[in-house]
T-cell receptor, first 115, second 111 residues
Framework: GAVVSQHPSRVICKSGTSVKIECRSLDFQATTMFWYRQFPKQSLMLMATSNEGSKATYEQGVEKDKFLINHASLTLSTLTVTSAHPEDSSFYIC???????????FGDGTRLSIL | ELKVEQNPLFLSMQEGKNYTIYCNYSTTSDRLYWYRQDPGKSLESLFVLLSNGAVKQEGRLMASLDTKARLSTLHITAAVHDLSATYFCAVEGSGTYKYIFGTGTRLKVLA
C-alpha cells in the first residue's frame, strides 16, 4: 500500500533556530501534499497545500514566511519552521495521495518541541 | 467555508455497551473519512465513505454517510477497552482534495 514517511519523528531545539521536516511518498509520486498541525488535545488543522514545482497554498492565518514549504520533487515536500519559538511546539503531520481523488495517506508525524 | 463538528467531544463508556459518534458538516461533500488516533501517534485510517448511503463495518465499528443530511455516524457495538482512543472524522472539500477535520471524540472504555 501507499506509504508516506516523515523525518524526523521528534525534534527538540532552542528558540530562534529553524527546523526542517521532510515528508516523502515512498512508493508513489505526489504532485500535491498537505501539511497539518495538531496542538495537544486538539484536532488537526490544515496549514498548507504543497504543490510540486510551484508555490504552496497557505490556509488563512498561517504565516507563509514562518512556515516555508518546498516541494522540489514528486516524492518530497519539506516544511521549515523558521525562527521557531515555544508557541510553534506542536505535532506536524503530512499527507499525500497517489492521485488527487484517492484517499490521503498520512505520515507518522513529527513532534516539535521548542525550548 | 467548510466546517466539521463532532459530538460528543468526550465519551466514557462501559465495556459491552453501544454508542454512536456523530459528525456533521456544513457544505456539500460526498467524501468522508474516519480515523483513529492513539496518544502520541499519527492517524490510523478506519473508513472511507465516498457516496450517499455508504455503510462500512469493521469489527465492532460501523460507519455510515448521509450526504443529504451532511451527517456521518460511527457506531460502536459492545465496546472493549482496546477501542479507547480519539476518533476523528474528516470531510473532503468538494473539488479541493483538502481534508477538514472534525473536533475529535475522545473515547474511554472502562473495564
Amino acid at each position: 500500500g501507499a506509504v508516506v514517511s516523515q523525518h524526523p519523528s521528534r525534534v527538540i531545539c532552542k528558540s530562534g533556530t529553524s527546523v526542517k521536516i521532510e515528508c516523502r511518498s515512498l512508493d508513489f509520486q505526489a504532485t500535491t501534499m498537505f501539511w497539518y498541525r495538531q496542538f495537544p488535545k486538539q484536532s488537526l488543522m490544515l496549514m498548507a497545500t504543497s504543490n510540486e514545482g510551484s508555490k504552496a497554498t497557505y490556509e488563512q492565518g498561517v504565516e507563509k514566511d514562518k512556515f516555508l514549504i518546498n516541494h522540489a520533487s514528486l516524492t518530497l515536500s519539506t516544511l521549515t519552521v523558521t525562527s521557531a519559538h515555544p508557541e510553534d511546539s506542536s505535532f506536524y503531520i503530512c499527507s499525500a495521495s497517489p492521485q488527487g481523488d484517492q484517499p490521503q495517506h498520512f505520515g507518522d508525524g513529527t513532534r516539535l518541541s521548542i525550548l | 467555508e467548510l466546517k466539521v463538528e463532532q459530538n460528543p467531544l468526550f465519551l466514557s463508556m462501559q465495556e459491552g455497551k453501544n454508542y454512536t459518534i456523530y459528525c456533521n458538516y456544513s457544505t456539500t461533500s460526498d467524501r468522508l473519512y474516519w480515523y483513529r488516533q492513539d496518544p502520541g501517534k499519527s492517524l490510523e485510517s478506519l473508513f472511507v465513505l465516498l457516496s450517499n448511503g455508504a455503510v462500512k463495518q469493521e469489527g465492532r465499528l460501523m460507519a455510515s454517510l448521509d450526504t443529504k443530511a451532511r451527517l456521518s455516524t460511527l457506531h460502536i457495538t459492545a465496546a472493549v477497552h482496546d477501542l479507547s482512543a480519539t476518533y476523528f472524522c474528516a470531510v473532503e472539500g468538494s473539488g479541493t482534495y483538502k481534508y477538514i477535520f472534525g473536533t475529535g471524540t475522545r473515547l474511554k472504555v472502562l473495564a
